[in-house]
């Protein structure tokens, strides 16, 4: 037997059953603790984890009605309602176990144990623990999974011709399941999009798995992307199922798709030529049935020219090819956003609603807006914050003037400031020129996701 018992606590104040469980039980669990105050116990469940607890039914001497031993169950059970409790209880009083089974416990052992008997009871148990750790998992991720669902803002059509002409071909190619690839700027909407593809496709009801393609790491590609089997290099702890395998009858967004490096390219090119993957570790192909849409605000057809990205890649993925125009060729939409962005404002600040004044509306329609609907999304939301006017006016809107972005070639000054938000600003600038304006890189470098990374890129004008 390997040692997969995982941590024990025994309770008993018998020094001999605690000893002789330790002896037994060492071998095949990760740690035994022992204690013979039953007193502790509230301190011990509340501060450590364990996997499995034996318990005595009895403990104060000649006293053999085990009343401690259910006081001390349903405490236990206060602390970790999914405990796993095995009583220890003495022969002659099986009624009273049973009583303990229906009130929580998991098993019972009879003292004296045999060996053999004991650890088959707490094998048990501890299947059952990994299945009740597994369940909670799962509950956590289910209840993450529906918080985002929740949280999905609705998509907004626009107004512009080139945004219903748009969502007419999204309508005609989301009931297909062809590959679609999704071209614009930052900020332009392009996850919204593949959201709404799906939830407008046959695959609604099952699942939409993200994967940042620019934030991925070389040596976790193919762990990340297919998988891994438990053991197959140094960091894999236990067999995990890859982005593609969770998608699996559902949707596949690959976000940031011209960050990919020649050799995960080709790597991604395999999977979706033979449609299966094989996790690492092992050299069974898996089956995929995913729905491909990819997005990247790079050049992909002249990248192609230059050798930066396959061909044969490119043709795999672009069956149909949709391009998000950037704001600045669609003010017409602005009006709309804008009464969607004040609307959701005004409920999350618990404000009256304001509306834009005509000059205001104005003043947008004048602007560039380089970071798209992102950028209208915060100059929105500020302006809601700092306003104490019902009606926007030009005033409460503020642009940075056009700044060349912040390149490799011409080095930015750094300061010697202490001031916290200066430093911020510095490692945000130098994290966007370490890794040439990458945004998934540079989020990655400075521990933040891609929005978190936009909200100060913004905020700082960078
Ligand atoms: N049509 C739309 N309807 C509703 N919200 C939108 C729409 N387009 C963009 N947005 C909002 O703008 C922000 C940026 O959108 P999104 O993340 O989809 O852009 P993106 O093109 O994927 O950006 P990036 O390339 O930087 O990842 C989001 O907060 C999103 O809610």
């Not at 393609?213 to 894999?236: N, P, R, V, Y």
């Amino acid at each position: 037997m390997e040692q997969n018992l995982g941590r024990i606590l025994v309770i008993d104040d018998n020094e001999d059953v605690l000893f002789s469980a330790k002896m037994l039980l060492r071998k095949y669990a990760k740690e035994v603790v022992m204690e013979k105050n039953p007193k502790k116990i509230p301190f011990l469940v509340s501060n450590e984890e364990f996997d499995i607890i034996l318990l005595d039914m009895n403990f104060s001497q000649d006293i053999t009605s085990g009343q401690e031993g259910f006081f001390w169950l349903k405490e236990i059970l206060k602390y970790d309602p999914s405990a796993v409790v095995v009583m220890i209880t003495a022969f002659g009083d099986v009624e009273m176990a049973v009583r303990a089974l229906k009130e929580g416990a998991t098993d019972f052992v009879l003292k004296p144990w045999q060996n053999e008997k004991l650890l088959a009871t707490l094998t048990a148990a501890s299947k059952l623990r990994h299945s009740y750790k597994e369940v909670n998992q799962l509950r956590q991720v289910n209840r993450t999974l529906t918080a985002e669902l929740q949280n999905q803002q609705p998509v907004i059509t626009g107004e512009s011709q080139a945004m219903r002409s748009l969502f007419s071909i999204i309508d005609k190619v989301a009931r297909t399941d062809a590959d679609i690839l999704l071209l614009g700027e930052n900020g332009t909407g392009k996850e919204v999009i593949a959201r709404t593809i799906h939830q407008r496709s046959s695959r609604a009801d099952k699942v939409f798995v993200t994967v940042d393609m620019g934030a991925i790491t070389e040596t976790l590609f193919e762990s990340e992307l297919f998988g891994h089997k438990k053991g197959a290099f140094t960091d894999a702890k236990e067999d995990r199922v890859g982005r593609f395998e969770a998608a699996n009858g559902g949707t596949l967004f690959l976000d940031e798709i011209g960050n990919l490096s020649p050799a995960l390219q080709s790597k991604l090119l395999t999977v979706l030529q033979r449609r299966e993957i094989i996790r690492v570790g092992t050299n069974k192909p898996i089956p995929i049935d995913v729905r491909l849409i990819c997005a990247t605000n790079m050049p992909l057809k002249e990248m192609v020219q230059r050798h930066e990205f396959r061909q044969d890649l490119l043709y795999r993925i672009n069956t149909v090819e949709l391009n998000l125009p950037p704001l600045r060729e669609r003010l017409e939409d602005i009006p709309l956003f804008a009464d969607h962005y004040l609307q959701t404002y005004a409920t999350k600040y618990k404000q009256p609603l304001k509306r834009l004044s005509d000059a205001a509306l104005a003043k947008l329609r004048r602007y560039t807006w380089p970071g798209n609907v992102r950028e209208l999304q915060h100059v929105l939301e500020r302006a809601s914050i700092m306003s104490d006017n019902r009606e926007l006016q030009p005033d409460d809107f503020f642009f940075i003037p056009d700044e060349p972005a912040v390149s490799a070639t011409a080095p930015a000054v750094f300061s010697n400031s202490q001031n916290l938000e200066d430093l911020e600003r510095e490692a945000v600038q130098r994290a966007m020129q370490l890794h040439e304006g990458n945004v998934s890189k540079a989020a990655k470098e400075l521990g933040l996701s891609r929005g978190a990374l936009y909200r100060r890129l913004e905020k700082y004008a960078l």
